[in-house]
């Protein structure tokens, strides 16, 4: 089992809907939970993250978290053409004195105008 | 401007020759990280360091080294014992080990041996 298994996609939404990427997580010990997004041939830019279970708003993104069902997902309200990227999620998980980040394959989101 | 910088943006090499690829940072980040992206597979640690002259192996070190001889600079040397060393290289850091999932990364480096 991957330790972060993520959908590869395409994902396609039309302009304007709500996109939802979702991401599970194999280590229960994992603390920390991230999403950044990846343009096509560009590097990761953070976008959000997530600590504890509930929801975390910023502007359009809202991550949730889940721990007991190891699961945590990245929600676009009112997607723009502009969000058309690859989505990664990564977990950190503590310990050893380094605290490893593990990232998803990514989901590559589509938003049809 | 603060930030990470990576040269050069694209690298080719003939089979058999070692490269090396540079990574700078001036945001007085303690911590910095080398990773490669392959298609269909997510960010492979290839070796990270939390302070000047010190690193550690990632996940995936074999093939490479690295050298940290001033914070800002963590250059990766890709040598021909790496057995597929096509791929898209990434540079990150962050404030120091501990905070390890605020990373940054730099614009990358595609490097493609033939």
């Given amino acids: 089992q991957k330790e972060v298994e993520q959908n590869s996609g395409p994902l396609s939404v039309p302009e304007g809907a709500i996109a939802s990427l979702n991401c599970t997580y194999s280590d229960r010990g994992s603390q920390s939970f991230f999403w950044y997004r990846q343009y096509s041939g560009k590097s990761p830019e953070l976008i959000m993250f997530i600590y504890s279970n509930g929801d975390k708003e910023d502007g359009r993104f809202t991550a949730q978290l889940n721990k007991a069902s190891q699961y945590v997902s990245l929600l676009i309200r009112d997607s723009q053409p502009s969000d058309s990227a690859t989505y990664l999620c990564a977990v950190n998980v503590p310990g050893g004195g380094y605290q490893k980040v593990t990232f998803g394959i990514g989901t590559k989101l589509q938003v049809i105008p | ?114």
């Fill in chain 2, 1 to 114: 401007d603060g930030g990470i910088t990576q040269s050069p943006k694209y690298l080719f090499r003939k089979e058999g020759q070692n490269v090396t690829l540079s990574c700078e940072q001036n945001l007085n980040h303690d911590a910095m990280y080398w990773y490669r992206q392959d298609p269909g597979q997510g960010l492979r640690l290839i070796y990270y360091s939390q302070i000047v002259n010190d690193f550690q192996k990632g996940d995936i070190a074999e093939g490479y080294s690295v050298s940290r001889e001033k914070k800002e600079s963590f250059p990766l040397t890709v040598t021909s014992a790496q057995k597929n060393p096509t791929a898209f290289y990434l540079c990150a850091s962050s404030i120091d080990e501990a905070s390890s999932y605020e990373q940054y990364f730099g614009p990358g480096t595609r490097l493609t041996v033939t």
